[in-house]
């Protein structure tokens, strides 16, 4: 039972480039989530999917843009990245609570 | 103000000990209250759910103060492995399922 799977696990960019984070769950949830987490700062909610062919923007979108594929995936788009948006990305799925988590990819923008 | 306030610590305590952790939140519309537990470089992970009425799991007891708006994490007879960052986390009533995380307060079990 995989839960929830992020690709990539780690990842590069120059200031500029653009890139897809990918999230899959297996678990049949209606509620998909893009967080980030920064030193100091606790995750923060990016964009959240409440059901599929939904997305909300949550408390720290600017610079992000989300697509919730199927049921099952929900992908984030850094259009044009910066050095202020390197963190650890983690994608979470719930029914209700909790949160369920993947194991993060960790950005770097030079 | 942060809408959920944790202090970071480290809290450095001996094998066996009892740690208590403490949060506050502001919006006192605050709906559901959890803890997760976060190790190192590792995603979140939802430790126990907060009962207005507390609440112990083994040796993990959570207490609930609505009127002062804070919430309590207690752990006894600590273990290395409960050497992890704790995260207090809230759901908002209207907000449906969104969760806002403290910063976590890390502990470290010493043997």
């Known amino acids: ?12 960019l120059k200031t500029g480039q653009s890139m897809t984070l990918q999230c899959a769950q297996d678990m049949n949830h209606n509620s998909m989530y893009w967080y980030r987490q920064d030193p100091g700062m606790g995750l923060r909610l990016i964009y959240y ?3 599929e062919g939904t997305t909300d923007k949550g408390e720290v979108p600017n610079g992000y843009n989300v697509s919730r594929l199927n049921k099952r995936e929900f992908s984030l788009r850094l259009e044009s990245a910066a050095p202020s ?7 979470a799925s719930s029914v209700d609570q909790p949160q369920h988590f993947g194991d993060g990819t960790r950005l770097s923008i030079l | 103000r942060k ?39 590792k995603e979140p992970k939802l430790l126990m759910s907060v009962y207005s009425s507390g609440n112990e799991d083994g040796r993990f007891t ?10 309590s994490l207690l752990i006894r007879d600590s273990k290395l492995s409960d050497s992890a960052t ?7 009533a209207g907000s449906a399922r969104q969760l806002t995380f403290g910063s976590g307060t890390q502990l470290t079990v010493l043997p």
């Open chain 1, 1 to 12: 039972n995989a839960g929830v799977t992020q690709t990539p696990k780690f990842q590069v």
């Open chain 1, 49 to 51: 999917s409440a059901s």
């Open chain 1, 85 to 91: 948006q390197t963190s650890v990305y983690f994608c």
């Open chain 2, 3 to 41: 809408e959920v306030e944790q202090d970071p610590g480290p809290f450095n305590v001996p094998e066996g000990a009892t740690v208590a952790f403490n949060c506050t939140y502001s919006n006192s519309a605050s709906q559901s209250f959890f803890w997760y537990r976060q190790d190192c470089r």
């Open chain 2, 62 to 71: 959570a207490q609930l103060n609505r009127a002062s708006q804070y919430i």
């Open chain 2, 86 to 92: 704790y995260l207090c986390v809230v759901n908002y």
